[in-house]
């Protein structure tokens, strides 16, 4: 386990820390796959009607599942579990900057979390040790696909 | 036949009294009002009196006045072992999270800045620093050493975590990236209070986890004696920041919080009670309360609503609202500026089932009223409610938030290595 730069087939450069890489919402699958090696994270996937979910659960507990389309682009993602998962990496920088900025001008109050715009919906809900949380991107998912597919 | 109707008459009349128990005490019941009470047949309404396990808490808007459905209580820390000591008053009282946070930038009651040398813990020699995770922010600061005090009980020695940047302000990505940290009580991503008293069913805020070497590590704690902090493996879980109830001599196996019925508009400021110990003292039986115990892992329950059952829901006195399911599933509009509330053209009755792991059901009835329409002067309601679309491997679910609380007495019962955690009411 470590540390370990991995170069990706499109150029980019990924920090693989073991067990908590995840492909990012609206990237490829890609990078995913060729990981899963070095992660020691159990992996599986199901395939569906007119798209895939890969799930993966992190050595900390939570539960992580990712809907691609079945060109291989993640539309959607899932965690579930008692830690929240690196959402900087399965949001991707863009998305994560939008959720922080979505999250700025709230009243005193602890609810769940309820952003919904039109190139990013991000829904949380729990309790410390007890997360569960959905990303989607609306325009990537797939023709047929209901966002309720997302859970 | 005289002898059948009189029965019942005598039935009709039981079952009348049965009701009108969960329509709370005092002069904060409105006549006539069906919705005076957010839950209709809770085992207890009354607030004990003044006592050594019994602190008053009151729903009163906050420090900056602008928090509502949010309980607080005052907490005395000391220097561990002395007499000196300072007392944070508007604390948020927690059922849904464990352990005490106080802001370092929060006044004392008096007005006075929190000027307490409070040693920072040690383990193997590093000294602890904590990113502690909820749902849409993050603490981070500081895990220190102090006796905690509230009515007549203490906590000695035990860790809590003073929450505020200047003193660590290298906040490791890893943190960042669960959320955005809260470190002061108002303006952006503020608290909206002086600290988090939290006493939820776990007796302390990771379990396990945080105890175990490499990646099954959830990296909560930290030291920054080096830069960046590096993430520590505690030794043992009492290293962990600790429920303070847990860490009690006595009247440590869980809590009761105590508000009364509101009126159906609401109230600028209501006083209730936070009461120490289950089954220890002549104030804090059961008395009836229907346990519902939770699974271990997650803390959640189900809930039945018209007939259909979710999962992954939760009571927290922490959340200031009534949140579940979505529009789609209620028919019950989001507010058009405000999609985290509700807001139906007249306020809605409705009843719900909640079912503990042991098999155990206690059907509650509630209120969701339009939440632009709600009294901008009041602070306190029990039918301010919205939506809660979870997911993530439940769906959507309920989060019974103080709403919930309002007429009806809830127990948190705090795991031990024998008792499953629970809720009872």
Redesign the interface.
């Known amino acids: 386990m470590g540390w370990r730069l991995r170069k990706l087939p499109a150029g980019l450069l990924v920090l693989a820390l073991s067990g908590s890489v995840w492909a990012e919402l609206g990237g490829g699958l890609n990078s995913v796959q060729a990981d899963q090696a070095q992660l020691q994270a159990k992996r599986q996937v199901l395939q569906a009607e007119g798209y895939s979910v890969h799930e993966m659960q992190a050595p900390s507990g939570t539960v992580v599942r990712e809907y691609a389309s079945p060109a291989g682009t993640v539309f959607g993602v899932t965690w579930n579990g008692p830690f929240i998962p690196d959402l900087r990496q399965l949001l991707g920088a863009q998305h994560f900057a939008e959720f922080q900025q979505a999250q700025q001008s709230r009243r005193p109050g602890r609810h769940p979390i309820d952003i919904e715009q039109p190139g990013l919906v991000v829904q949380m809900s729990g309790r410390p040790r007890s997360f569960h949380g959905r990303a989607y991107v609306p325009g990537l998912i797939p023709q047929g696909v209901e966002a309720a597919a997302i859970r | 036949m005289i002898v059948s109707k009189s029965l019942l008459l005598g039935l009709v009349g039981v079952l009348t009294l049965a009701v009108a128990c969960g329509g709370g005490s005092g002069s904060s019941s409105a006549a006539g009002s069906s919705s005076a009470s957010a839950s209709g047949q809770c085992a207890g309404t009354t607030q004990a009196s003044q006592a050594n396990n019994v602190t008053a808490i009151v729903v009163d808007g906050?420090p900056?006045g602008?928090?509502?459905?949010?309980a607080f209580a005052d907490v005395t820390l000391c220097v561990p072992g002395t007499s000196n000591c300072q007392t944070i008053g508007h604390v948020l009282v927690d059922t849904?999270?464990?352990g005490l946070r106080i802001l370092s930038s929060a006044a004392d009651i008096a007005g006075s800045p929190l000027s307490l040398s409070l040693t920072q813990e040690l383990v193997n020699g590093s000294p602890v620093v904590e990113c502690?995770?909820?749902?849409?922010f993050v603490t981070w600061g500081p895990v220190v050493m102090t006796d905690v005090k509230i009515a007549g009980e203490t906590a000695s020695d035990v860790p809590i975590q003073l929450v505020g940047l200047s003193g660590f302000p290298d906040v490791p990505?890893?943190c960042?990236?669960?959320?955005?940290p809260a470190e002061t009580v108002g303006g952006?991503?503020?608290?909206?209070?002086n600290g988090i008293l939290?006493i939820?069913p776990?007796p302390n805020?990771?379990?396990a986890?945080c105890t175990?070497p490499?990646?099954?590590?959830?990296?909560?704690y930290y030291t920054c004696a080096t830069n960046p902090c590096q993430v520590l493996t505690l030794s043992g879980q009492s290293q962990e920041v600790q429920n303070p109830v847990s860490s009690f001599p006595k009247d440590n196996n869980g809590t009761i919080v105590e508000l009364p019925a509101l009126p159906a508009a609401g109230a600028a400021s209501v006083s209730g009670a936070l009461v120490f110990g289950i089954g220890t003292q002549s104030n804090n039986g059961l008395n009836g309360a229907t346990i519902l115990t939770l699974d271990k892992?997650?803390?959640?329950f189900t809930t039945s609503f018209k007939g259909v059952s979710y999962s992954?829901s939760?009571i927290?006195s922490?959340?200031?609202?009534l949140?579940f399911l979505t529009t789609a599933i209620t028919g019950i509009p989001e507010c058009k500026d405000e999609?985290?509330f509700y807001c139906p053209a007249s306020t809605e009755a409705l009843t719900a089932t909640n079912l503990g792991v042991n098999g155990d059901s206690k059907a509650t009835s509630f209120s969701v009223a339009n939440f632009d329409n709600l009294n901008g002067n009041f602070n306190a309601f029990n039918d301010m409610a919205?939506?809660?679309?979870?997911?993530?491997?439940?769906?959507p679910?309920f989060?019974w938030?103080l709403p919930f609380f309002f007429g009806c007495n809830v127990f948190t019962g705090i795991e031990t290595t024998t008792a499953a955690p629970y809720f009872a009411y």
């Open positions: 906050g900056l602008n928090y509502s459905d949010a849904g999270s464990e502690a995770q909820f749902l849409s990505l890893a960042t990236n669960a959320g955005t952006d991503n503020g608290l909206g209070s939290g939820g776990f805020d990771c379990g986890g175990e490499g990646a099954a590590n959830p990296g909560l892992e997650t803390l959640d992954g939760f927290d922490g959340s200031n609202g949140f999609n985290d919205g939506p809660n679309a979870g997911s993530g491997g439940t769906g679910s989060d938030g």
